[in-house]
């Protein structure tokens, strides 16, 4: 499967404890993006990343957040001392920058605190 | 300001039938991308249709075309002869500026179930 990965498809965690999700694009593709969805909304833009450099961090990404890319390949999104309000479906999507530039999604990495 | 909004929350359609979802924007920007996705219950996001603003004709894709009104900032999809497997949610989305590494920003959706 080329496809783009996520890794744990679910999490269930205690409020308080930290989480790290993984994703790996698809290989060729050097833009990667996370976006957190809620249940019955759209996705909302978290961070964005060409290659290992991450070029635009969403308000929404408090500094209990932090995501990285440290060859160009995977990412991870790590929520640290988490919250209730941080239960979200955390979506990854790559990119190869053609001209329509549309983003293949991930199916997601659905994460609850209890 | 909310800059895609679909104001149909949900939507039933007869099996074979088209249905047309609406979607508009609100940008200052001359150049920008507009976006359909299709999320099934299982979650992945699947792409379905893009409209660049500069394109002077309508996007399709198979069953899918786009019915873009650029002056009325409106992007509304329409679905020919829908699908039991057209029952999903449906999302539409704004790229600002034409560089195609810039995010997108996505609308609250529209869920449409299909009826035998």
């Known amino acids: 499967d080329t496809g783009v990965s996520q890794d744990p498809r679910h999490k269930i965690t205690k409020r308080g404890q930290n989480v790290t999700f993984r994703c790996d694009p698809i290989s060729e593709h050097n833009r990667l993006y996370w976006y957190r969805q809620t249940l019955g909304q759209g996705p909302e833009f978290l961070t964005y990343f060409q290659n290992e450099a991450q070029l635009e961090k969403s308000r929404l990404l408090s500094d209990r957040f932090s995501a990285e890319r440290p060859k160009g390949s995977f990412s991870t999104l790590e929520i640290q001392r988490t919250e209730q309000g941080d239960s979200a479906m955390y979506l990854c999507?790559?990119?190869?920058?053609?001209?329509?530039?549309?983003?293949?999604f991930g199916e997601g990495s659905r994460l609850t605190v209890l | 300001a909310q800059k895609i909004t679909q104001t149909q929350p949900g939507m039933f359609v007869q099996e074979k039938e088209a249905v047309t979802l609406d979607c508009t924007y609100d940008?200052?920007?001359?150049?920008?991308?507009l976006f359909w996705y299709k999320q099934p219950s299982s979650g992945e996001m699947i792409f379905l249709i893009y409209?660049?603003?500069?394109?002077?004709q309508n996007a399709t894709e198979g069953r899918y075309s786009l019915n873009f009104q650029k002056a009325r900032e409106s992007a509304n999809l329409v679905i020919s002869a829908s699908q039991l497997g057209d029952s999903a949610m449906y999302f539409c989305a704004m790229r600002e500026g034409m560089a195609a590494g810039n995010k997108l920003t996505f609308g609250g959706g529209t869920r449409v179930l299909v009826k035998p």
């Open positions: 999507a790559s990119s190869f920058g053609t001209q329509s530039g549309e983003l293949f």
């Open positions: 409209q660049g603003s500069y394109d002077e």
């Open positions: 940008t200052s920007d001359q150049s920008y991308g």
